[in-house]
């Protein structure tokens, strides 16, 4: 079979050739989809900032730039151009101005500051290296903010005199890593002054199972900043984690949680507490939960509610909003501050985002199968919200195939569920072809979400093909609960295949499939899934591996982003570890490839350290040298998935072009 890519080339006049009609939806109707991200709510609660963000194919750039939109009107004004990559508005205390992060030269970005009414753009940090975070002082004259460590002595680089230790990094780094650490700048602008220092560094880098990088955040009193603080640099550390409060005028840094390791993300309350994400245990394979640390003690406010909580935002009155997805829906709760829970209605849509602002108000970015993101608003934590946006009403008017749950008990008796897509036109009583898409992580979870996860931009394209798509949650997933993310302790492939298996057969039962055309995919740990059933079960047409792990100890010993540590506390030790070596062998790819029969799609991006691209290629050439169908496709500079608008695209259109060819 002949595939060649140069049928997608996305280049002059093919760019801007008109869409597809509503009735057939094709992977180039997403060329129309707008984003909007990192909403933030005004002080006064009237505006939401956020960044929207259009693919532009021709130059193969996203452009951004910086929105307000007026709750009660809808009206949206720009505050920038769309030329530049922008992230992060952030509102001035009194509302009066909007600090951003632009792109100033490639992997560079600075702070600027724009009135919140719009008017001239002002740069305000001038650092030699990228600002990553950063926030507003409670009185709005200073900004903290976190840069990594000026590069090392430019004559010594030019003289090689550039030899580095190596510790947990991945396997590209080519020189030391730098740590990040805290400034001062005033709003205005001028030198700004070191904050702290040392070895350690502000956490920059994916954490191995949850929690984010995060701004620094002031005490209401201004006096303090906590944030997240790493051990070292290295990349692969991103587990050695605990909450630090420095003195804003000293610099002095104190620990105030009794943890030393998996916290994240924490935030100063109005009433001068310290929210954070904590895995919940046993170990850090678990949900996480949101707690609270005061003076007096600590609590755990997400107590009783066994969700993992992916982010929270404090409310003005010592409640907390968290988001977290339950079973194929993604929800926001409040918990009050008298301790009560409830969620938060969002019509019918579910969130990938939240911010919480000053007055009470919360923002959200939402969307469903069929309804594209927008911007939602509610007024306050236990009022219904309302969309204040129409940035994809094109998007919206497409007609949708339908999509919903499905649940089923694997043998062992573990729930799953997952979302299966029916083909546009289904006609009930009919087979169809059949494929599985397998989602990543394992802690994420495929949804109801527009976009949630890697698989849904497939789910329309190829039910419009004709095609039923499953996207299942297996054990390990994020969606059911404590028990459910920790039951792939020590069973990175058995118990989830088994889950798998049984979801497929769930599916047939129906009736609807047709069992001789069934195909699957998956990505990053979805690929390593891929990979390891289609060694262990031969009723596949085809499979597409991307981004997927092939050898255990070979993950633990090149990836980067928190990955070392998530290998060694899924699998209970390191490779070397009496106690886990046998796992390491035993759930790898390699020693079962030689039975693989299915023709397969590998790809990879060449700059992946998430899941080094190394894993591909020994995958490649087992499958090559017992003369399997394969195909091994290279994401030129892309990391564990592409970002820039035409090789998405080319991503995607990869995978179809594989699975329809082979479903003959």
């Not at 546009?424 to 990543?440: A, D, L, N, S, T």
């Not at 792990?549 to 390191?574: K, P």
Request: proline share 7%; with cysteine.
């Amino acid at each position: 079979m002949t595939q060649n890519l140069s049928r997608y080339c996305l280049a002059g006049a093919v760019l801007l050739a008109s869409l597809p009609s509503a009735a057939q939806i094709k992977m180039t109707d997403y060329r129309r989809l707008v984003t909007p991200q990192f909403v933030q709510v005004s002080p006064n609660g009237k505006q939401v900032a956020f960044v929207k963000s259009v693919p532009n194919f021709k130059d193969d750039v996203r452009e951004t730039s910086v929105e307000v939109v007026d709750v009660d009107a809808g009206s949206i004004h720009s505050l920038t151009g769309g030329s530049h990559v922008i992230t992060s508005p952030r509102w001035s205390p009194n509302g009066d101005r909007i600090a951003f992060l632009m792109e100033v030269a490639p992997q560079v970005s600075q702070i600027f500051v724009v009135g919140s009414k719009g008017g001239s753009v002002r740069q305000v940090t001038h650092t030699e290296r990228t600002i990553q975070q950063f926030s507003w002082s409670p009185d709005g004259e200073r900004l903290a903010f976190v840069t990594p460590n000026d590069q090392p002595n430019a004559e010594a680089i030019k003289a090689h005199n550039d030899l580095f230790d190596i510790h947990d990094v991945g396997f590209l780094t080519n020189s030391m890593p730098a740590p990040s650490h805290l400034w001062l700048v005033s709003a205005k602008g001028g030198t700004p002054s070191r904050l702290t220092n040392g070895d350690w560094s502000v956490l920059e880098t994916p954490p191995p199972f949850a929690g984010t990088p995060s701004d620094p955040s002031w005490s209401p009193d201004g006096k303090s900043i906590v944030f997240c603080r790493q051990a070292n640099a290295d990349d692969s550390d991103s587990d050695l984690t605990t909450v630090a409060v420095v003195d804003a005028a000293t610099g002095s840094i104190s620990m105030p949680t009794p943890y030393s390791t998996y916290e994240y993300q924490p935030a100063y309350s109005a009433n001068g507490s310290i929210g954070y994400l904590l895995p919940h245990g046993p170990n850090a394979l678990s949900v996480m939960d949101v707690i609270s640390q005061f003076s007096g003690g600590q609590k755990n406010l997400s107590d009783g509610l066994d969700r993992d909580f992916l982010d929270f935002k404090w409310l003005p009155d010592g409640g907390v909003a968290m988001i977290a997805s339950e079973g194929v829906k993604r929800y926001i709760w409040e918990r009050d501050s008298y301790g009560q829970v409830h969620k938060i209605d969002l019509g019918g849509v579910y969130p990938t985002e939240l911010n919480a602002g000053t007055s009470g108000g919360i923002a959200a970015v939402a969307s469903s199968f069929n309804s594209p993101p927008e911007v939602y608003f509610a007024p306050g934590a236990s009022l219904s919200a309302k969309q204040i946006t129409n940035l994809n009403g094109t998007m919206r008017s497409l007609d949708y195939a339908k999509a919903t749950e499905i649940t089923w008990t694997s043998p062992d008796g573990e729930k799953c569920d997952g979302v299966l897509t029916y083909p546009r036109g289904y006609v009930e009583g009919r087979k169809y072809p059949f494929v599985m898409f397998i989602h990543g992580g394992p802690e994420q979870a495929a949804t109801l979400l527009y976009i949630g996860f890697e698989g849904d931009l497939l789910r329309q394209s190829l039910a419009a093909d004709g095609y039923l798509v499953l996207e299942p949650n297996y054990r390990g997933s994020d969606n059911l609960g404590n028990g459910h993310e920790h039951a792939i302790f020590r069973d990175p492939a058995t118990g989830p295949a088994a889950d798998l298996l049984s979801g497929i057969a769930a599916v047939e039962q129906l009736g609807i499939v047709d069992e001789s055309r069934v195909a699957i995919a998956g990505h990053s740990y979805g690929g390593y899934l891929t990979s390891w059933l289609i060694s262990h079960d031969h009723r596949w047409k085809c499979a597409v591996v991307s981004d997927g792990t092939s050898d255990w100890t070979q993950e633990y010993d090149c990836s980067a982003d928190g990955n070392l540590a998530w290998v060694r506390d899924s699998m209970g030790g390191g490779p070397s570890d009496p106690q886990s070596a046998d796992l390491y062998k035993n759930f790898s790819i390699l020693p079962f490839a030689g039975n693989i029969t299915t023709p397969t799609l590998l790809l990879s991006g060449t700059s992946d350290e998430t899941v080094p691209v190394t894993q591909s290629y020994s995958l490649y050439h087992v499958l090559k040298d017992h003369k399997i169908p394969v195909r091994f496709i290279g994401l030129p500079g892309a990391h564990h998935l592409p970002d820039d608008p035409v090789r998405v695209e080319l991503f995607y259109a990869a995978m179809e072009d594989w699975i329809k060819g082979y479903d003959k």
